[in-house]
């Protein structure tokens, strides 16, 4: 092992049971939207992937919280990841969209699944990497979408055309193109922000401009919760690469500057 080769910090090696039962809770929810799909209730599908992304938001706070982080509930957590934001939305997209590809010949319909393996790959690629970089890289900052925001995209899109009466069959030429795109910006050097260095611990103070933005929220999302959950995760999806980009024209207008 060399010099350079990052050493995480000791966990403890016990289970323990609050933050697994979220772990298991957002497990669960992705597994039920697997079955959704399959049985054709798509918007019930694409709202458990919502669900599970609640959950694992809160398991690691929890931990945190209560002083119960492991290795064990760091492992489980990113299976439970694969499975909620990554088969489970890979599936859903399929069952709703893709599979109707089979239809214009067998060519398309390997296009089809392929799409969204790919998807699906990309998902377990981008949480070993994550994995792998824990420590060594600026928490402000994800490198690549992450997956609980990709399936936010994803199932969000499925959600809104299900609202409006969309089929999933009329925009199976589109959906691959989703699938692959979203499923790419997960593996990519995009930089997205984390929202972790908000302050979010006890005795931190927000700017009063972020309750009102967060009432605002609230208030658009009980009037139509799949048409501004599909705004919102759009915006964020080109905030990467916008982001990355307006930092590099920024450091070679640096660089520029400093030679002249």
């Not at 979408?145 to 959600?159: D, E, G, Q, R, Y």
């Not at 908000?198 to 931190?204: D, F, N, T, V």
């Not at 700017?207 to 933005?213: G, R």
């Amino acid at each position: 092992m060399s010099d350079s080769t990052p050493v995480r910090t000791p966990r403890h090696r016990g289970i323990y049971l609050l933050p697994n039962l979220f772990t298991t809770g957002a497990m669960f929810a992705g597994y039920y939207a697997i079955v959704a799909s399959i049985d054709g209730r798509f918007a019930e599908a694409a709202v458990a992937v919502f669900v599970a992304a609640l959950l694992d938001g809160m398991d690691g706070r929890v931990a945190r919280l209560t002083g119960t982080q492991s290795e064990f509930g760091v492992q489980y957590d990113s299976l439970s990841d694969l499975v909620s934001f990554g088969l489970a939305p890979s599936l859903v997209l399929y069952d709703w969209s893709l599979a109707a590809l089979k239809g214009f010949g067998p060519l398309w319909g390997k296009i089809g699944w392929a799409a969204a393996f790919l998807y699906a790959a990309c998902a377990a690629l981008r949480l070993a990497r994550f994995n792998t970089q824990v420590g060594v890289i600026d928490k402000r900052y994800f490198q690549g979408l992450a997956s609980p925001a990709a399936a936010a995209v994803c199932m969000s899109f499925v959600w809104t055309m299900e609202k409006f009466g969309v089929p999933g069959a009329e925009l199976c030429f589109v959906t691959p193109f989703l699938a692959v795109v979203v499923g790419l910006l997960m593996v990519s050097r995009f930089r997205y922000y984390s929202f972790k260095s908000l302050p979010m611990g006890h005795g931190e103070r927000i700017p009063f401009w972020w309750v009102v933005v967060l009432v605002l929220l609230l208030v658009l999302l009980y009037l139509d919760p799949p048409t501004v959950l599909l705004a919102v995760f759009s915006l964020y999806l080109l905030s990467g690469p916008v982001l990355t980009l307006w930092g590099l024209a920024s450091r070679r207008r640096a660089r520029r500057g400093a030679a002249a």
